[in-house]
């Protein structure tokens, strides 16, 4: 064991009395955030302009204390969910490759059927896969490919079904919001929106009802409207008063809400947003406790396109379908626990990939050689020493 776990113990201790004055300070703040959703619940017209300023959630037209129950459970429809992993391209490796492995699961309640499942792998190695103008595709521009395979894997899937009630499931965003972070010389942003609602685009032509399941979220948009909208919608008093605090996170704010019952709906502030808004694919989002009655509250963030949100049949069919997923699976969706077990690539199949790598070349004539660094890294990490 390498890592001096003893020198860590004080820290650990400390980090721990800071996390537990931290959710202290968030149990307060939390009966604040709550008496100010049904306070200024009325004020979501007045605050949306402000809201952008702040990259503060973006009230529709529903009220902000809005409480809806579970729909009732259509008797069938179809569930099709997706994920997807990757393995990055190794400089140091024997070849320079990419593998991205889309998993997913096709799920008819009602039916009787066994799940479809199905697995689609890809190998990137030519220059085309490899690069974006002088960028390596790894890290961030690796992670837009692979979104990309899974919104149009699953709309190849939608496509093959029958008509009838068809929800597709995306574990995560809808955004692609890695897309801000990209170095300037990779693939213009647009492009890569463009292909991606180009997908979403097949998914609506189908009738299906499209949306994002994010487990456990992180976002801090609606407490700092709430914030704003407790500051009389002043952009600057916000940016004081948030300055040297971490912001509440939302799913506190609505731990509250009743088994199966969603929140009001709300408009994404990410500027990518506004780019699926010129396409008809404006990103909304609302809250969901898909716990069953009597357990702890389980809150994820749901995301729907406008055309899901602003029509009743899919959007009752995208509330009531998490929830009933989310039952089979303990607070989860059935068909993205299946889909991420799917798409996961082992230890092991790394390693038979690459030994399938250098057999290969090999065979072409071509000796594998590692770098010296991970060469030695094969060496150290196998519990030997040179």
């Known amino acids: 064991m390498t890592l001096p776990l003893n020198e860590l113990v004080a820290s650990v201790e400390r980090m721990a009395k800071v996390l537990a004055q931290r959710e202290t300070d968030f149990a307060r ?102 690069f974006e103008g002088t960028a390596l595709v790894a890290g961030n521009l690796l992670d837009v490919r692979r979104d990309q395979a899974e919104i149009e894997h699953l709309a190849e899937r939608v496509e093959e079904e029958p008509k009838g009630p068809t929800l597709v499931l995306v574990d995560g965003t809808l955004l692609l919001w890695v897309l801000e972070n990209l170095p300037p010389e990779a693939e213009g942003r647009e492009k890569k929106v463009r292909r991606y609602l180009g997908a979403l685009d097949r998914i609506r032509e189908k009738g299906a009802a499209v949306a994002g399941f994010i487990s456990r979220p992180r976002h801090t ?4 409207l709430l914030l704003l909208a407790h500051l009389g919608g002043d952009v600057e008093r916000v940016r004081q008063a948030e300055r040297g605090r971490l912001p509440l996170p939302d799913r506190a704010v609505f731990a509250d809400l009743p088994a199966g019952a969603r929140s009001a709906l709300f408009a994404s502030p990410n500027k990518i947003n506004q780019m699926y808004a010129s396409a008809g694919h404006e990103v909304w989002f609302f809250y969901l406790n898909v716990a069953a009655e009597g357990e702890e509250p389980i809150v994820a963030r749901v995301e729907v396109p406008v055309w899901v949100a602003r029509s009743d049949d899919l959007l009752s069919l995208v509330h009531a379908g998490v929830v009933a997923q989310s039952r ?52 150290t990490r196998a519990g030997r020493r040179w």
Request: without cysteine.
């Open 221 to 224: 948009e609606v407490s700092r």
């Open 328 to 379: 089979i699976a303990g607070g989860y969706p059935y068909v993205l626990a299946r889909a991420d077990e799917l798409a996961y690539i082992s230890g092991p199949e790394r390693q038979r990939l690459q030994e399938m790598v250098e057999t290969a070349l090999l065979r072409a004539g071509l000796p594998p050689s590692l770098s010296p660094k991970a060469y030695f890294k094969t060496l």
């Open 29 to 130: 703040r939390k009966q604040e955030a709550r008496r100010w959703l049904k306070e200024y619940a009325d004020q979501g017209p007045v605050l949306r302009t402000a809201a952008q300023d702040v990259n503060a959630a973006i009230p529709t037209d529903e009220p902000l204390d809005a409480v809806v129950p579970t729909p009732p459970v259509p008797d069938r429809f179809t569930v099709v969910g997706a994920d997807g992993s990757t393995i990055p391209p190794d400089r140091h490796g024997a070849a320079l490759y990419y593998v991205i492995n889309i998993g997913s699961l096709v799920y008819r309640h009602g039916s009787g059927e066994r799940p479809q499942a199905r697995s689609a792998p890809f190998l990137g190695y030519e220059q085309k896969d490899l």
